[in-house]
């Protein structure tokens, strides 16, 4: 199952033939429709729908922006 190793709320680069027109994306797994895994949704940014985990395939965990600090360009 695809919820198994998804995070509640977390961000996720993902890509669904359905959605997007196949291209990549960043949605967020969403709990509004139950705490259970089973009732989990992927919230489509910059839309008001939710789509089934089961309808992308997860490519990976978007990275939070201060684990990938940019350096100045003075230093």
């Known amino acids: ?3 198994a190793r ?3 709320d977390g961000f996720y680069w ?7 027109e196949g291209r990549t994306t960043v949605v967020q ?4 429709f139950g705490r259970d895994p089973d009732y989990w ?3 489509l940014l910059g839309t ?4 089934m985990p089961s ?6 965990q ?3 922006a201060e684990r990938s600090a940019l350096r100045q360009a003075a230093e």
């Open 6 to 8: 998804l995070v509640p």
């Open 55 to 60: 309808e992308f395939e997860i490519i990976g």
């Open 48 to 51: 008001d729908q939710h789509a």
């Open 1 to 3: 199952m695809v919820a």
């Open 29 to 32: 797994v969403s709990t509004v």
């Open 62 to 64: 978007v990275e939070p």
């Open 41 to 43: 949704t992927l919230a």
């Open 14 to 20: 993902a890509k669904s033939s359905r959605y997007f």
